[in-house]
Structures are given as C-alpha cells and as structure tokens.
C-alpha cells in the first residue's frame, strides 16, 4: 500500500527566514496531495494542496511542489512568522477503492523570534 | 464557514466498556472518514464511509470498531470493548467528492483506563 514519508521531523527556523518540508510517496497512483498545520490540540487544518496534474502552487507565503517522476512533494513557507509554529502533516490520497488519506510523521516547525 | 463538528471532545472510560464517538459532517458531504492519532505519532486511518456503508477499513478497524449514520447528520463510531491502546485522539473528516478535500473535526480524545 501507500506509504508517506516525511522530512525533517523537527524543524527551527528564524523568523523571517524560509523553511521546507519534504515528503516522498511509494504509490504512483496516487494524484492528490494536501498539506495540514497541526496546532497543539486541534484540529489538522487543511492549507494548501496539490493535484498531479500541476507541478507547484502557491498560496501568499505557503507554496507546495510536485515532482511525480520522482514521487515527491515540498511544502515551502517564505517569510517565517512566530505563528507559523505547529506540526506540519504531508498526506497522499490512495484512489484505490474509497479514496482515503495516507499521512506521513509530522514535521514540528518551531519559528524563533 | 461550515465545520465538521465533533462530541464530547473528552471522553473517559474504563476498559471494556463501550464508547459511542460522535460527528457531525458538513452538511453537504458525502464521503465520510474516521481516522485517529495516538499522542505524538501521525494520523491514521481508519475506515470510510460512503452511500450508507463502509466503504475500505483499515486493519485497526477490526471487529470491536462499527460506524453507523443513524439519521442524515450524525456519524458515529463505536468502540464496543475498549482496549487500553484504544486510547487517541479520534478525528472525524468529511469530504463533497471524495476526490480530495478532506475537513477535520475537532476530535475526541479518548482516553481508557
């Protein structure tokens, strides 16, 4: 089945600064690929996604990449700020009989002041 | 903006005693999901649902777990025996098309003792 890689698991950066999240996927079927931001006891919070069909897609400061050959996806913030910190999920959709979501291991980025 | 809502969002009990976890899916929503994350790890999956049945479980989802839809808002999830490692936070996701998007609920943390 899919499995969802994910890279680093801890992540600090200066504020300001940019930071990148990077996932692998196993499964080339799989054709969508969204990114969640975790805060601590909430909800995974759905903030940018990519379809396989496009190779980036950019949101304000929140960018994502696609390399399908490759079989894997980017997440990139620019311009880091204080509430940018939380866990950050990559997840694949599997389309094999009912579409469901492989997550990877989390990355927590932590933004210093 | 609509929202996948979730209760309790605490749940307490002793082992081998039933839990009934429940969801309430944007209204307009087709596919529902069940997934839980243990503390600290990534979200698993654990089943969907479409058109009234399950539509794939995850090997988690073994004969103590059943969901059920019992009217055209609610979606449940029933533990019938708990087990100490039934213990997570239990999220609830629903999604138009089942193509992609998937919101979260807030989730119930559940916890056996």
């Known amino acids: 089945g899919e499995n969802v890689e994910q890279h680093p698991s801890t992540l600090s950066v200066q504020e300001g600064d940019s930071a990148v999240i990077k996932c692998t996927y196993s499964d080339s079927a799989s054709n969508y690929f969204p990114w969640y931001k975790q805060e601590l006891g909430k909800r995974p919070q759905l903030i940018i996604d990519?379809?396989?069909?496009?190779g980036e897609k950019k949101d304000q400061r929140i960018a994502v990449t696609l390399n399908k050959t490759a079989k894997h996806f980017s997440l990139h913030i620019t311009e880091t700020q204080p509430e940018d910190s939380a866990v950050y999920f990559c997840?694949?959709?599997?389309?094999?009989?009912?579409?469901?979501?492989?997550f990877g291991q989390g990355t927590r980025l932590t933004i210093n002041p | 903006e609509p929202e996948v809502t979730q209760t309790p969002s605490h749940q307490v009990t002793q082992m081998g005693q039933e839990v009934i976890l429940r969801c309430v899916p944007i209204?307009?929503?087709?596919?529902f999901y069940w997934y839980r994350q243990i503390l600290g790890q990534k979200v698993e999956f654990l089943v969907s649902?479409?058109?009234?049945?399950?539509?794939?479980k995850s090997e988690i989802f073994d004969d103590q777990f059943s969901v059920e839809r019992p009217d055209g808002s609610n979606f449940t999830l029933k533990i019938r025996s708990t087990k100490l490692e039934d213990s997570a936070m239990y999220f609830c996701?629903?999604?138009?098309?089942?193509?992609?998007?998937?919101?979260f609920g807030p989730g119930t943390r559940l916890t056996v003792t």
């Open positions: 649902f479409y058109n009234n049945e399950i539509s794939e």
């Open positions: 996701a629903s999604s138009g098309h089942g193509l992609g998007e998937q919101y």
């Open positions: 209204s307009n929503h087709l596919y």
């Open positions: 990519i379809r396989s069909n496009v």
């Open positions: 997840a694949a959709l599997v389309i094999q009989g009912a579409q469901k979501l492989v």
